[in-house]
T-cell receptor, first 115, second 112 residues
Framework: SAVISQKPSRDICQRGTSLTIQCQVD?????MFWYRQQPGQSLTLIAT?????????ESGFVIDKFPISRPNLTFSTLTVSNMSPEDSSIYLC????????????FGEGSRLTVL | GESVGLHLPTLSVQEGDNSIINCAYS??????FIWYKQESGKGPQFIID?????DKRQGQRVTVLLNKTVKHLSLQIAATQPGDSAVYFC???????????FGAGTRLAVHP
């Protein structure tokens, strides 16, 4: 299975600022996914990031708020822009590299607290 | 976003007992399902999967049952151990959209 590293692992941010989360994978993967997990809740898909094309965003998530880069097959970034306390969540990067395209492997997540 | 769980119900079991965690999924077209385990401070970890053409699949100490008629999944853990304490999520794969959607989780608390 892929080894996925996320930075930062946690951060405390001031409202109105932006933070970029990095996701590094130890092998080349076609598709990368960004999820959000609000406190005590399930995971919600933010967007799918494919190399060489614009990210595909889910309903309720927009590029201006969550810009994503995918410069190559092993790296992606998610920026949380103009943060508010409601953005306090764990943000998780995941990739598909199993026997089935639905089998996702996850990073440890980046826990953001917005004051 | 889709499928955001509002609360995490808790299942409390005694060590050594069997645990059954249930999940309802939403899309009849889903053709693949996964159970994930998430320990505190970590990302979700794959436990077991099942394709829609099966109704049961067994792993080591775990069994997943799929009832497509009522869109229901269950995860059975045999001889539950303290290390099984975690939050468990089911997820359904929407092949037509190439994305994995998570259901509401269940917190499993194992007591000695």
């Amino acid at each position: 299975s892929a080894v996925i590293s996320q930075k930062p692992s946690r951060d405390i941010c001031q409202r109105g600022t932006s933070l970029t989360i990095q996701c590094q994978v130890d092998s080349q993967v076609t598709m990368m996914f960004w999820y959000r997990q609000q406190p005590g809740q399930s995971l919600t898909l933010i967007a799918t990031a494919n190399q060489g094309s614009e990210a595909t965003y889910e309903s309720g998530f927009v590029i201006d708020k969550f810009p994503i880069s995918r410069p190559n097959l092993t790296f992606s970034t998610l920026t949380v822009s103009n943060m508010s306390p409601e953005d306090s969540s764990i943000y998780l990067c995941s990739v598909t590299q199993g026997a089935h395209p639905g089998e996702l492997f996850f990073g440890e997540g980046s826990r953001l607290t917005v004051l | 976003g889709e499928s955001v769980g509002l609360h995490l119900p808790t299942l409390s079991v005694q060590e050594g007992d069997n645990s059954i965690i249930n999940c309802a999924y939403s899309n009849s077209a889903s053709d693949y399902f996964i159970w994930y385990k998430q320990e505190s401070g970590k990302g979700p970890q794959f436990i077991i999967d099942i394709r829609s053409n099966m109704d049961k699949r067994q792993g080591q100490r775990v069994t997943v049952l799929l009832n497509k008629t009522v869109k229901h999944l269950s995860l059975q853990i045999a001889a539950t151990q303290p290390g099984d304490s975690a939050v468990y999520f089911c997820a359904e794969f929407l092949g037509g959209y190439n994305k994995l959607i998570f259901g509401a989780g269940t917190r499993l608390a194992v007591h000695p």
